[in-house]
């Protein structure tokens, strides 16, 4: 993966990102950085509709559903950009997604850090074999347990 210089100004935010920070894992920090950068307009932060999807789902089944409406209200209010689907999105996902053994939604949310020539923030080991097509900001992967 092209290594993050820390000079970008564009961001992406995986759904993993995202649940580090509510998880207040190894790496929320970072997370919470970039959201403050974001919130002072020094930075753009970019989030995939299915980015929102993957949050309430996970949370819905691990926590129950009033802590997933509660994360998806805060992922709403946070100074990000939603971005929805289009025609040029889904061409970048659809050559990922061929290319490459990835889930339907890491091929979204990376053809979303392509398309915007953003950095990649993430603690998903999927994205390493992309490694020559975007930028990445990986947060320390979870300790197995």
Do not use: C
């Amino acid at each position: 993966m092209k290594k993050q210089d820390g000079k970008s100004r564009n961001y992406v935010l995986d759904s993993t990102a995202f649940l580090t920070m509510f998880e207040d894992e190894a790496g929320a920090d970072t997370v919470q950085d970039l959201l403050d950068r974001a919130n002072k307009s020094k930075i753009l932060v970019f989030v995939s509709f299915v980015t929102f999807t993957e949050i309430f789902y996970i949370t819905l089944r691990e926590k129950g559903e009033e802590e997933a409406q509660k994360r998806t209200k805060l992922t709403d209010a946070l100074a990000t950009t939603r971005i929805e689907s289009s025609k040029e999105l889904s061409l970048i996902a659809g050559r990922l997604k061929a290319a490459y053994r990835l889930s339907f939604a890491d091929a979204w949310i990376a053809a979303t850090a392509i398309f915007y020539d953003a950095t990649l923030v993430h603690k998903d080991p999927e994205f390493q074999q992309l490694e020559d097509k975007l930028k990445a900001l990986k947060l320390p992967y979870k300790e197995k347990e």
